[in-house]
């Protein structure tokens, strides 16, 4: 249900005004002319009211969850006892090599620093070791830094050992560094905080298991909760941005929703990364010739709509690969006429999520008419 907007006090300085004048004339009995000294003070009272009425209506309105912000909606959150998830580092799994196997065990200290070469750096979590008769041993290491400055480093390119130790010769991650986040947002904690109430049944619902992935990570724009058999509850996770979530966020999704006091016992619970269905887009526009002088600003225009188009398409499991929306962006850009090739509408099933593959515009020209 969409609730109304509301104001708990008239803000309109007009209207103060309209309102601080009559109430004068009523109990002074004259009528105020416009250069009337007592006119301009009150004018001045009115502007004072008129702010106070503005902090007014802001304070009331951040007891209500719609519309709490900031510090304001912490309060609220702490009500239901839920907490606002603070910034997250980068994690990626880097590969820890020897030249040869040796007869004795390796050891990988925690805290033993990997970088790209600048001045992000990622630390062991754990103390490891490579096994006698082994070559390698994998490691998941965090980013030193909170937030999203270790996102980004593809495949190979964590390679630099910062603290030496014996034995290894190479260092390379072997996944990308993904989820690094900064603190939640209002947006995303305040719909935890609506789906807080479902935490307390013991039924396993799937806004339960919905509410309970999500405060795996602030990442988390969307869940997907279906039961493929009985007994069986299968979690998907979409990231923000529309990404596959990585293999450490699967797994601390996976603990959150498997523990003891959230998951009912015959429950048996997967947690998968959403199938992608991937699209292209291959449209051409024509603008309308009484536009000619805008050319340039409508082209613009247009590319910025096919951007929110893809950016749309993919920030929701289930959502249809829909050319429609892609038309009415388009349109609404400028253009006067769209020929849409690809994408052609697919219907999407809930744990699934679109995927631009390649994105083609073409300009068609000038059109009378």
């Known amino acids: 249900m969409t609730l109304p907007n509301i104001d708990f006090t008239e803000k309109s300085t007009a209207e103060v005004e309209a309102e601080v004048f009559a109430k004068y004339e009523q109990t002074a ?67 820890f090599s ?31 070791e490579i096994t006698p008769g082994a070559t390698y041993v994998d490691a998941v290491v965090t980013c030193t830094q909170s937030g999203s400055i270790g996102n980004g480093f593809a495949i190979g390119q964590i390679s630099k050992l910062v603290d030496p130790l014996p034995y290894i010769s190479k260092v ?33 619902p799937r806004l339960a298991y919905d509410f309970w992935a999500r405060t795996a990570h602030q990442g ?14 299968e979690i998907r996770p979409l990231m923000e941005g529309g990404e596959l979530p990585s293999s450490e966020i699967l797994d601390e999704v996976l603990s959150i929703c498997s523990a003891d006091d959230v998951r009912p016992l015959t429950d048996q619970v997967t947690v998968l990364a959403p199938e992608q269905i991937t699209y292209s887009v291959d449209c051409t526009y024509f603008i309308d010739r009484v536009e000619a002088i805008s050319i340039s600003a409508i082209q613009a225009q247009v590319a910025t709509a096919v951007g929110e188009y893809i950016a749309w398409q993919k920030a929701k499991l289930g959502r249809d690969i829909n050319p429609s929306a892609l038309i009415k962006r388009v349109m609404d850009a400028g253009a006067k006429r769209v020929e849409v090739s690809n994408p052609i509408y697919t219907a999407l099933e809930a744990w699934q999520v679109a995927k631009e593959n390649s994105v083609t515009i073409n300009y068609g020209g000038l059109e009378d008419g």
């Open 172 to 204: 390379e991650n072997i996944t990308a560094s993904t989820g690094g986040v900064d603190e939640e947002s209002d947006d995303n904690f305040r719909l935890r905080i609506r789906q807080a109430m479902e935490r307390y049944s013991v039924a396993g």
């Open 29 to 95: 009995g004259r009528i105020l002319a416009k250069g009337d000294p007592v006119r301009l003070f009150l004018e001045a009272v009115a502007a004072v009211i008129a702010q106070q009425r503005v902090i007014i209506d802001f304070s009331a309105k951040q007891n209500l969850l719609a519309y709490s912000t900031g510090d304001y909606l912490d309060h609220l959150g702490d009500r239901q006892g839920v907490v606002r998830l603070p910034e997250q580092p980068s994690m990626a799994t880097v590969r």
């Open 98 to 128: 020897l030249p040869i196997a040796q007869t004795f065990a390796v050891s990988i200290p925690q805290g033993t620093r990997v970088t790209s070469g600048g001045s992000v750096f990622f630390a062991t979590q754990e103390a490891l």
């Open 220 to 233: 988390i724009i969307d869940v997907s909760v279906r039961s493929p058999a009985a007994g069986e509850v």
